[in-house]
């Protein structure tokens, strides 16, 4: 009876072996050189001799991070789904498309407010680009035609 048991203890044998000759190997190979930034605590990336608080996180972090947890859950529950739809029949599949439907759309609204746009921020010009009064004559005239011959022009 006992026996059955033996795959599980052999198991758990390899791994504290492995994670003792681990830690050995390490104490002996590694190099032990400690510096005063290497003793120093850290947490969460803000090292304790800063002075000021540290610079938030941009909203397109916490978007990502949307993205992962809705990508997440969704695997979660399409996995359990698809072991059983035959069995859910018609109702499963329309509580998985209402269920897919939900994901996409909120994939679509992370999207739409520029998850995963991470270049430079585009501001919209205050002024339009196009000005009615400006026209192919009073550009010509602005720029100026001093130099040029005849046949230069005609041929714009």
């Keep these: ?31 032990n050189r400690p510096t005063p930034a290497k003793s120093a605590p850290y947490e969460c990336g803000v090292s304790g001799s800063e002075t000021q608080n540290p610079a938030r996180f941009p909203v397109k972090f916490f978007l990502v991070a949307m993205i992962f947890i809705v990508f997440d859950i969704e695997i979660i529950f399409l996995y359990p789904w698809a072991m059983v739809f035959q069995q859910l029949g018609a109702f499963g599949l329309i509580a998985m498309g209402i269920f897919s439907f939900a994901v996409f759309e909120s994939f679509v609204y ?36 001093d130099g040029r011959e005849v046949g230069e022009r005609t041929a714009a």
């Excluded at 430079?120 to 009073?138: D, F, G, L, Q, V």
């Design 1 to 31: 009876m006992l026996g059955q048991y033996l795959p599980i203890v052999v198991l758990l044998a390899l791994g504290v072996i492995f994670a003792g000759v681990s830690l050995i190997a390490s104490r002996l190979l590694a190099p």
């Design 110 to 145: 992370l999207i739409g407010a520029g998850a995963l746009e991470w270049g430079p921020i585009k501001k919209i010009a205050a002024t339009p680009m196009t000005n009615p009064a400006r026209t192919t004559s009073s550009t010509i005239r602005r720029v100026g035609d």
